[in-house]
């Protein structure tokens, strides 16, 4: 029977056909664990795309609930900044109405204001 030759090493045909053997099984092993591999890695990115879903709409959800709450301020804000203008304007028509109607005021603009009317009115 003849020997193969193995680095440097002569094995008999028996041991090169179990060493062929071994080698396919770790051959076939290594398949397998890629496969595996391959699978994990196809799971992880269907998680990863799975997170990045979660991530977005949890920013959706901030933004909108900051924007909401922003939106309630300036509501509120612009709700008071009405109401004192309104007001102003208020008490501007009642200081008109009353410097027509010749009520007496406190203030001196209206006071020379009547007294003009006045001296108008005698001139005539």
């Known amino acids: ?3 193969v030759r193995t680095q440097g090493s002569d094995v008999s045909p028996e041991e090169a056909l ?10 076939e092993a290594s398949r397998e664990l890629l496969s595996q591999l391959n699978a994990a890695g196809k799971d992880l990115r269907k998680t990863i795309r799975e997170a990045k879903g979660v ?5 959706r959800t901030q933004i909108n609930e900051a ?18 203008s309104v007001a102003k304007v208020e008490s501007e028509f009642d200081k008109l109405a009353g410097l027509f ?22 001139k005539r």
Do not use: C, F, Y
Not at 19 to 27: D, G, P, S
Not at 67 to 81: I, K, P, W, Y
């Open 55 to 59: 991530i977005v709409a949890d920013i």
């Open 67 to 84: 924007m909401s709450d922003q939106l309630a301020q300036l509501s509120d804000a612009t709700r008071e900044a009405m109401r004192r």
């Open 18 to 27: 179990a060493l062929i053997e071994r080698q396919e099984a770790a051959n």
């Open 101 to 122: 109607l010749g009520k007496n005021t406190d203030d001196p603009l209206e006071d020379l204001i009547r007294q003009a009317r006045h001296n108008t009115r005698t």
């Open 1 to 3: 029977m003849a020997s």
